[in-house]
């Protein structure tokens, strides 16, 4: 079903001053493009970013056969256990991966 867009109403100048100014970004190369918005606030202190906090990782369905004592450790924690066998298993492969390229070596000399 399609929804009715709302009217927007531009007074006529501003419109073509808008439509002139859009005319004239196609035809600039890319680089020559101002994207700067002077309105935004400038970020100039990232000490406390951090990196990934916003990464999720894709996640795939498989069927997997677990014995039935680690699945019991889990389920015994309450809800929420695929989750942490999902956590246990990414620590997992993440000790290997730290194993195999320790901070420092370069992925040439392993």
């Known amino acids: 079903m399609k929804t009715a867009s709302p009217e927007i109403s531009v007074p006529s100048d501003v419109a073509a001053v808008l439509l002139a100014d859009v005319?004239?970004?196609?035809?600039?190369?890319?680089?020559?493009?101002?994207?700067?918005?002077?309105?935004?606030?400038?970020?100039?202190?990232?000490s406390k970013a951090v990196r990934?906090?916003?990464?999720?990782?894709?996640?795939?369905?498989?069927?997997?056969?677990?014995?039935?004592?680690?699945?019991?450790?889990?389920?015994?924690?309450?809800?929420?256990?695929?989750?942490?066998?999902?956590?246990?298993?990414?620590?997992a492969m993440l000790r290997a991966l730290r194993r195999r390229n320790p901070p420092g070596q370069s992925k040439r000399q392993a």
């Open 52 to 91: 990934g906090r916003f990464y999720k990782p894709r996640k795939v369905q498989k069927t997997m056969r677990i014995d039935a004592d680690v699945l019991a450790f889990f389920e015994a924690q309450g809800p929420g256990h695929l989750t942490r066998m999902n956590q246990a298993l990414r620590e």
């Open 23 to 46: 005319l004239a970004a196609t035809r600039l190369p890319d680089g020559e493009i101002d994207t700067a918005d002077p309105d935004a606030p400038e970020l100039a202190d990232w």
